[in-house]
């Protein structure tokens, strides 16, 4: 005699997926959290060493260019005017093919007749070129190309400041005519990545506002040479910047040279002072 029937309930398959999950072996939320941060500081890590391995090869080549640069030296018989340069690497012109193609050596090409005396070396602070401008020589016109470095090394901006009005206060010792033209936003070199890129053009744009104030409480000229990321030819324009990815090529030079002669309305100053140019450096 069979015993009652009993109906036992059907067994389903929609258990939970994460019980499933954890039945088959798969990491659980539990076992994701345990492994998610060594994972994320190994990517890291990663990056890093590709960026210090790039940063290694990128200082090579600026010390490269730094040792095959010098600044150009132009005295003329018969010179008409006399123009002193001083400043870092940008007024050696590091990063071009050579001197001639350097912001000194345009000058030279476009204003046969103009002494310039270069006195601009690789490497120098803000508190180097106060040095630079020492002597008793007088001249007609002096260029400042400097603050890069002090942008790079994060000095306080108080230094920054000070040290920006006190070179256009001494360079007015020297003439009474002073330009300065500091690099453009350093951020937007190929040198550097962010977020370090972004505290660069944060620092250059400092750089600028206090040149900008110092030229117009001493009656000089500044030439501005800064442009955010998307505005920035050298960003927009590669060949622009020398392969160390920190200084400009020779177009690069030429597109400084370019602004110097716009925005300092240095044809018609030095034309008036000398008399008719010789043809455009670009022409030759």
């Known amino acids: 005699m069979r015993g009652p029937v009993v109906n036992l309930p059907a067994q389903h398959s929609d258990a939970p997926a994460?019980?499933?999950?954890?039945?088959?072996?798969?990491?659980?939320?539990?076992?994701?959290?345990?492994?998610?941060?060594?994972?994320?500081?190994?990517?890291?890590?990663?990056?890093?060493?590709?960026?210090?391995?790039?940063?290694?090869?990128?200082?090579?080549?600026?010390?490269?260019?730094?040792?095959?640069?010098?600044?150009?030296?132009?005295?003329?018989?018969?010179a008409r005017m006399r123009l002193l340069i001083v400043g870092d690497s940008t007024g050696v012109g590091t990063g071009a093919s050579g001197p001639r193609e350097s912001v000194a050596g345009l000058l030279a090409r476009e204003f046969p007749l103009l002494h310039i005396e270069n006195r601009s070396r690789d490497g120098a602070t803000l508190d180097d070129v106060t040095r630079q401008l020492g002597g008793q020589a007088r001249f007609d016109m002096v260029l400042v190309q400097a603050g890069g470095n002090d942008v790079i090394r994060l000095g306080s901006a108080e230094a920054l400041r000070?040290?920006?009005?006190?070179?256009?206060?001494?360079?007015?010792?020297?003439?009474?005519?002073?330009?300065?033209?500091?690099?453009?936003?350093?951020?937007?070199?190929?040198?550097f990545r962010a977020p370090l890129s972004w505290w660069m053009t944060w620092r250059s744009?400092?750089?600028?506002?206090?040149?900008?104030?110092?030229?117009?409480?001493?009656?000089?000229?500044?030439?501005?040479l800064f442009q955010e990321h998307d505005d920035d030819p050298f960003v927009a324009q590669p060949g622009l910047?020398?392969?160390?990815?920190?200084?400009?090529?020779?177009?690069?030079?030429?597109?400084?040279?370019?602004?110097?002669?716009?925005?300092?309305?240095?044809?018609?100053?030095?034309?008036?002072?000398?008399?008719?140019?010789a043809p455009s450096a670009a022409s030759l």
């Not at 070179?167 to 010792?173: N, R, S, T, Y």
């Not at 110092?214 to 500044?222: G, K, L």
């Not at 040279?257 to 008036?272: E, G, I, Y």
């Open 18 to 78: 994460s019980h499933l999950a954890h039945a088959a072996g798969a990491p659980t939320h539990r076992a994701w959290s345990r492994w998610l941060p060594p994972l994320v500081l190994l990517a890291l890590a990663a990056g890093c060493v590709v960026v210090a391995a790039r940063t290694v090869t990128c200082l090579r080549e600026t010390v490269e260019l730094a040792r095959l640069s010098e600044p150009l030296q132009h005295a003329p018989r018969g």
């Open 162 to 191: 000070r040290d920006v009005d006190r070179i256009v206060a001494l360079a007015h010792e020297r003439a009474g005519q002073v330009v300065f033209m500091p690099a453009g936003n350093i951020g937007n070199a190929p040198f």
């Open 205 to 224: 744009r400092q750089l600028h506002r206090f040149v900008q104030a110092a030229a117009e409480r001493h009656a000089a000229v500044y030439v501005n």
């Open 241 to 277: 910047n020398a392969r160390d990815g920190l200084h400009p090529s020779d177009a690069g030079y030429r597109a400084w040279f370019d602004a110097l002669v716009s925005q300092a309305d240095l044809r018609r100053q030095l034309a008036r002072a000398m008399g008719p140019p």
